[in-house]
């Protein structure tokens, strides 16, 4: 009689335990399908290269809020700004710099002179090669319109409109400039966008080490497609199906060198590039991304 009890008694603990499980499972399940839903995206939403030759320059829209990732060299801030003005934009709540050199922030002086900016995070000036009188100056002017400015670091959040924007990398141990570029996810809905700034291999290699969250939609290619970025495993990890390039035409480094853009067309991801198309818009909505080329 005990022996039964004792056995009833191991069926009742197992069907809990397992029940437990079950329940367990389904709310991970649903939580899980909650997070991934895609949510309402403001209908005006996009990301933009512009067109700044050899250099970058992102605008990133969405809900009547801009960001500006790099301001191309300085040669190209009346056209950025003439850019910005064209969509009835007149300040900008974030401008982020990738990393310290002119391709990347020749503009940001001008920029800041002209344009309020709400809040301007930077690498780490003490750990770049680089001058930094610009960028102090252009710390300065937002600091004096009542902006703050900030040092990247990793894990940094902030939300533009529909975008949630994490810094996923900044290595600013690297002994390469490109490679100290502060490295950028935003998702928007279900779309994830990558921006690498000039980071190379040794970066990229360091985000797969990390575990990095670098799976996306949409890669900026790092460094205009230069032949010591975008390795085979950052790709494959990266997964995108459709990539832009910032590069200006005919410029003397070859970029986009021909070893990135077989790379791409082997993993199916389908590129443009400014050199040939001008600017190059992602226009984001809950079901897809749709592309429009400047020319």
């Known amino acids: ?46 990301v933009r290269m512009l067109d700044v030759g050899q250099g970058d320059a992102i605008l990133l829209y969405s809900g009547g809020r801009a960001a500006l990732i790099d301001t191309g060299t300085k040669t190209y801030a ?15 709540d974030l401008m ?13 002086v001008p920029l800041t002179e002209e344009f309020e900016v709400k809040e301007l995070i930077v690498p780490d000036l003490n750990k770049t090669d680089e ?39 900044c290595y600013y141990d690297e002994q390469d400039e490109n490679d100290r570029s502060i490295i950028l996810k935003a998702k928007i809905g279900k779309w994830r966008f990558l921006f690498t700034g000039d980071a190379q291999e040794p970066a990229e290699r360091r985000l797969i080490g990390d575990n990095a969250d670098i799976r996306c939609d949409v890669l900026k290619v790092g460094h205009h497609g230069s032949m010591y970025g975008t390795c085979e495993e950052f790709l494959a ?20 060198h021909d070893v990135v853009l077989m790379r791409l067309e082997e993993a ?25 080329k400047e020319k």
């Open 237 to 256: 990890k990266a997964a995108p199906s459709l990539a832009m390039i910032s590069c200006g035409k005919g410029n003397r480094y070859s970029h986009p």
């Open 78 to 92: 009346k056209s950025i700004s003439k850019q910005l003005k064209g969509e009835g934009i007149k300040s900008l």
């Open 1 to 46: 009689m005990r022996r039964n009890l004792n056995k009833n008694k191991n069926m009742v603990v197992a069907i809990i335990v397992t029940a437990i499980l079950v329940i367990s499972l389904i709310t991970r399940l649903v939580n899980e399908h909650r997070e991934n839903k895609a949510k309402p995206i403001n209908e005006e939403s996009f």
């Open 131 to 169: 001058k930094t009188d610009k960028m102090k100056t252009a710390m300065s002017n937002v600091k004096k319109s009542g902006g703050k400015c900030v040092t990247a670091e990793k894990g940094m959040k902030r939300s533009l409109g529909d975008f949630d924007i994490t810094v996923v990398g």
């Open 268 to 292: 199916g991801v389908k590129y443009f590039r400014t050199d040939i198309s001008g600017a190059v818009t992602f226009k984001v909505t809950e079901k897809e991304i749709t592309v429009d």
């Open 96 to 108: 982020i710099i990738s990393h310290n050199h002119s391709d990347h922030m020749g503009g940001i």
